[in-house]
């Protein structure tokens, strides 16, 4: 069965860094395209990065360009986000996706405050 979990999520001060890990199984991970979405209170949820298939190709929301980097290690089936100089309107809840065509698969999302 399909499982994505992120973990890595907590309160942070502002300037501070953050791993995020999304560890998948149950499907083809490694020709997947893998995604990070957050969701603030009362906001659309927003694509904050995303890495094709099988590993190339990152692209960002310009709000995170050049302080968050996606990664994927398709050995381990994990994604990871690494965020840098977080500042308050990073505060949100991250969610990992996973699609393929039509096919597209969701963790739970892990909680991330940014918060002095």
């Known amino acids: 069965q399909v499982q994505i979990v992120e973990s890595g999520g907590g309160l942070v001060q502002p300037g501070g860094s953050l791993r995020l890990s999304c560890a998948a199984s149950g499907f083809a991970f490694s020709v997947y395209d893998m995604s990070w979405y957050r969701q603030a209170p009362g906001k659309e949820r927003e694509l904050v990065a995303r890495i094709s298939s099988p590993g190339g190709s990152p692209t960002y929301a310009d709000s995170v360009k050049g302080r968050f980097t996606i990664s994927r290690d398709n050995a381990k089936n994990t994604v990871y986000l690494q965020m840098n100089s977080l500042n308050a309107e990073d505060t949100a809840v991250y969610y990992c996706?996973?699609?393929?065509?039509?096919?597209?698969?969701w963790g739970q999302g892990t909680q991330v405050t940014v918060s002095s």
């Open positions: 996706n996973a699609n393929l065509f039509r096919a597209s698969y």
